[in-house]
């Protein structure tokens, strides 16, 4: 079993950055693949960005790309997502997951642990 615990939302406004961590415990990360997703009030949740055990490969969300990086360092257990240029549509509960394979996904059904969520408001 892996345990996700997300930190690092808040409310920021537009144009602010934030970085979002998601901190493993129960097994290594280093055999998963990770990815982070969200959930606007209303909506479905839905892919941001994922990245591979190894770090080496990495996709984005077209919502997201060029604003938003995901990293991981694996001695930590611990993921990242830095988020750049915030905009109000990036107001969301945020969500770390982990899968049970070593390669990225987009696909949230493929993902296995899940993390409680942490709210990211941006403000115009």
């Known amino acids: 079993q892996v345990q996700l615990v997300e930190s690092g939302g808040g409310l920021v406004q537009a144009g602010d950055s934030l970085r979002l961590s998601c901190a493993a415990s129960?097994?290594?990360?280093?055999?998963?693949?990770m990815g982070w997703f969200r959930q606007a009030p209303g909506k479905e949740r839905v892919f941001v960005a994922t990245?591979?055990?190894?770090?080496?490969?990495?996709y984005y969300a077209d919502s997201v790309e060029g604003r938003f990086t995901i990293s991981r360092d694996n001695a930590k257990n611990t993921v990242y997502l830095q988020m750049n240029s915030l905009n109000p549509e990036d107001t969301a509960v945020y969500y770390c997951?982990?899968?049970?394979?070593?390669?990225?996904?987009?696909?949230?059904?493929?993902?296995?642990?899940w993390g409680q969520g942490t709210q990211v408001t941006v403000s115009t």
């Open positions: 990245i591979s055990w190894s770090g080496g490969s990495t």
């Open positions: 129960g097994r290594t990360l280093s055999n998963y693949a």
């Open positions: 997951a982990a899968r049970s394979t070593r390669w990225a996904s987009m696909n949230n059904y493929e993902y296995a642990y």
